[in-house]
Antibody
Framework: QIQLVQSGPELKKPGESLKISCKAS????????MQWVKQAPGKGLQYMGW????????TYADDFKERFVFSLETSASTAYLQINNLKNEDTATYFC?????WGQGVMVTVSS | DVVLTQTPPTLLATIGQSVSISCRSS???????????LNWLLQRTGQSPQPLIY???KLESGVPNRFSGSGSGTDFTLKISGVEAEDLGVYYC????????FGSGTKLEIK
């Protein structure tokens, strides 16, 4: 069956970097773009952007153009979200998603 | 950015009651290709969002037919015909006719 399995929770300090993975299975990875969504604690969903899994071209929403990087390891059917120079406001759960399927989310906590 | 306004923010329902959630867009969601890219999702507490409806009214596989979607242009509605206990959670509309955005959510609580 189709699954998106994300990496585990992260606890980081401000200024550090992290890389979250999203491993897809059960379908041809390059058939669907991969999207990323942020959900701050107790808040709604915020669209971060997507990456074209055929070309590797990322597209970022305005709020995520500076410190956020989407990438792929196509041979491993895996998408990555990297966040550089972490800030307290990056504390959130990050979801990967494709049409009709979402990962379980990764809780990221940024605290000194 | 396209703003999606959901009402009501909170909905209190009894089991078996029919309820509706409104999603109004700041711009028409009719794409030049004739499709309207308006989806509905349900996020249960502590879970990832579950897609329910796409293209305004098409049910995702496995979604019970007590869920239905309707609307056009800027006004859309999700209806649940006979709420069940498993339906509680937060409902979001989402559009990707333009750069994707989510509605602010409607929390469905069971009396």
């Amino acid at each position: 069956q189709i699954q998106l399995v994300q990496s585990g929770p992260e606890l980081k300090k401000p200024g550090e970097s992290l890389k979250i993975s999203c491993k897809a299975s059960g379908y041809t990875f390059t058939d669907y773009a991969m999207q990323w969504v942020k959900q701050a604690p107790g808040k709604g969903l915020q669209y971060m952007g997507w990456i074209n899994t055929q070309t590797g071209k990322p597209t970022y929403a305005d709020d995520f153009k500076e410190r956020f990087v989407f990438s792929l390891e196509t041979s491993a059917s895996t998408a990555y979200l990297q966040i550089n120079n972490l800030k307290n406001e990056d504390t959130a759960t990050y979801f990967c998603a494709r049409k009709a399927y979402w990962g379980q989310g990764v809780m990221v906590t940024v605290s000194s | 950015d396209v703003v999606l306004t959901q009402t009501p923010p909170t909905l209190l329902a009894t089991i078996g009651q029919s309820v509706s959630i409104s999603c109004r867009s700041s711009q028409s969601l009719l794409h030049s290709n004739g499709n309207t890219y308006l989806n509905w999702l349900l996020q249960r507490t502590g879970q990832s969002p579950q897609p329910l409806i796409y293209l305004v009214s098409k049910l995702e596989s496995g979604v019970p037919n007590r869920f239905s979607g309707s609307g056009s242009g800027t006004d859309f509605t999700l209806k649940i015909s006979g709420v069940e206990a498993e339906d509680l959670g937060v409902y979001y509309c989402m559009q990707f006719t333009h750069y994707p955005t989510f509605g602010s959510g409607t929390k469905l609580e069971i009396k």
